[in-house]
């Protein structure tokens, strides 16, 4: 049974709109910037701390330029932040260690990174733009940024980060991979008996880091999703919504599993019955779906939430964030 959650609290005198959401370790952190088509930031966008019971917001740092991550520490007294510049050049981005009291305790612009995460008390960071001869997705640094600690060897480049349980996931241009500082070598899940038939996107991790999730590009019918366990690897679930995903994230618990579906393009493909692409118009509006982890299947839904991001704040409550941050229930 599929059931309709509803909203229980709702801000709506936000400053700017929620761009991203981030619950870890007790503490909520959105990132707060004007919508933007193209990428050009004539205004420093707001890294704000929510309160979890009313989620009345704190500024905590005016970031300049797209503020694509703010990520809380697991002592919560700091909070790591990832921007890109303004006006360019687009290819080098800025970490800055920002304290509960707004202090800015380091920063640094980093030539290739694309993103960070925490990873125990240190710092992973995801490398892109790489010259031929690298082979390196991701490096883990001090947090004060003066030390390197370790490389992520890879043969993509590094996009996207999670942590937790002791494990770093690191979406690649081509791969999703899972390492542990015990291992050697990576997980590769494109390289696994249970990859996906198309590029990955989107990988996120269960807050103990016994399960991944990962959107993939489908064709036609086939599934958008799929959530497989990081113990010994291996299937889990897929999610079987024809329809692409924008982001994921598990509860606090894992045993569910949110998806962002955006509004689609005028025309999608699907296969008829014979088995043929067709292209046909899709009227589904934009949602937010709960799936069951265990199996995939989907157990809430939100039509038209007009969220541009999402995360949970316990195992039944989900924030949504977009012009205004309101939490729903089942």
Same mark, same amino acid.
């Given at each position: 049974?599929?059931?309709?959650?509803?909203?229980?609290?709702?801000?709506?005198?936000?400053?700017?709109? #929620?761009?991203?959401?981030?619950?870890?370790?007790?503490?909520?952190?959105?990132?707060?910037?004007?919508?933007?088509?193209?990428?050009?930031?004539?205004?420093?966008?707001?890294?704000?701390?929510?309160?979890?019971?009313?989620?009345?917001?704190?500024?905590?740092?005016?970031?300049?330029?797209?503020?694509?991550?703010?990520?809380?520490?697991?002592?919560?007294?700091?909070?790591?932040?990832?921007?890109?510049?303004?006006?360019?050049?687009?290819?080098?981005?800025?970490?800055?260690?920002?304290?509960?009291?707004?202090?800015?305790?380091?920063?640094?612009?980093?030539?290739? !990174?694309?993103?960070?995460?925490?990873?125990?008390?240190?710092?992973?960071?995801?490398?892109?733009?790489?010259?031929?001869?690298?082979?390196?997705?991701?490096?883990?640094?001090?947090?004060?940024?003066?030390?390197?600690?370790?490389?992520?060897?890879?043969?993509?480049?590094?996009?996207?980060?999670?942590?937790?349980?002791?494990?770093?996931?690191?979406?690649? !241009?081509?791969?999703?991979?899972?390492?542990?500082?015990?291992?050697?070598?990576?997980?590769?899940?494109?390289?696994?008996?249970?990859?996906?038939?198309?590029?990955?996107?989107?990988?996120?991790?269960?807050?103990?880091?016994?399960?991944?999730?990962?959107?993939?590009?489908?064709?036609?019918?086939?599934?958008?999703?799929?959530?497989?366990?990081?113990?010994?690897?291996?299937?889990?679930?897929?999610?079987?919504?024809?329809?692409?995903?924008?982001?994921?994230?598990?509860?606090?618990?894992?045993?569910?599993?949110?998806?962002?579906?955006?509004?689609?393009?005028?025309?999608?493909?699907?296969?008829?019955?014979?088995?043929?692409? #067709?292209?046909?118009?899709?009227?589904?509006?934009?949602?937010?779906?709960?799936?069951?982890?265990?199996?995939?299947?989907?157990?809430?839904?939100?039509?038209?939430?007009?969220?541009?991001?999402?995360?949970?704040?316990?195992?039944?409550?989900?924030?949504?964030?977009?012009?205004?941050?309101?939490?729903?229930?089942?």
């Amino acid at each position: 049974m599929v059931e309709s959650l509803r909203r229980v609290r709702e801000i709506t005198d936000l400053p700017a709109s #929620v761009a991203r959401l981030e619950v870890r370790h007790g503490a909520v952190v959105s990132i707060l910037q004007p919508e933007r088509t193209v990428i050009h930031w004539s205004e420093a966008g707001g890294v704000y701390l929510h309160d979890p019971i009313d989620l009345r917001s704190t500024l905590l740092a005016r970031v300049p330029g797209w503020i694509r991550r703010a990520t809380p520490a697991p002592d919560q007294k700091r909070v790591a932040v990832f921007s890109l510049p303004a006006n360019g050049p687009y290819h080098t981005g800025t970490i800055s260690i920002i304290g509960r009291d707004g202090a800015l305790l380091a920063s640094e612009p980093r030539s290739g !990174a694309s993103d960070c995460v925490w990873f125990g008390d240190d710092l992973a960071i995801a490398t892109c733009f790489r010259s031929k001869a690298d082979t390196e997705c991701a490096q883990i640094w001090s947090a004060d940024l003066t030390r390197k600690l370790a490389i992520l060897p890879g043969e993509s480049s590094g996009l996207e980060l999670d942590a937790a349980g002791g494990l770093l996931a690191v979406g690649c !241009a081509h791969d999703h991979l899972l390492w542990r500082p015990v291992e050697d070598s990576p997980f590769s899940l494109m390289r696994s008996a249970f990859a996906p038939p198309s590029e990955v996107s989107g990988g996120v991790l269960s807050r103990d880091g016994r399960l991944s999730a990962v959107a993939h590009h489908a064709r036609g019918d086939e599934p958008q999703a799929l959530i497989y366990s990081t113990d010994s690897p291996m299937r889990a679930a897929e999610i079987a919504d024809p329809r692409a995903i924008a982001q994921l994230d598990f509860s606090p618990s894992g045993a569910f599993l949110a998806a962002l579906l955006p509004e689609p393009a005028a025309t999608i493909l699907r296969r008829d019955e014979r088995g043929k692409l #067709v292209a046909f118009d899709d009227p589904t509006p934009a949602a937010v779906r709960v799936y069951r982890s265990a199996d995939g299947s989907v157990v809430g839904e939100i039509p038209n939430p007009n969220a541009r991001t999402l995360a949970w704040l316990d195992d039944e409550t989900l924030l949504l964030g977009g012009r205004t941050l309101s939490a729903w229930t089942w």
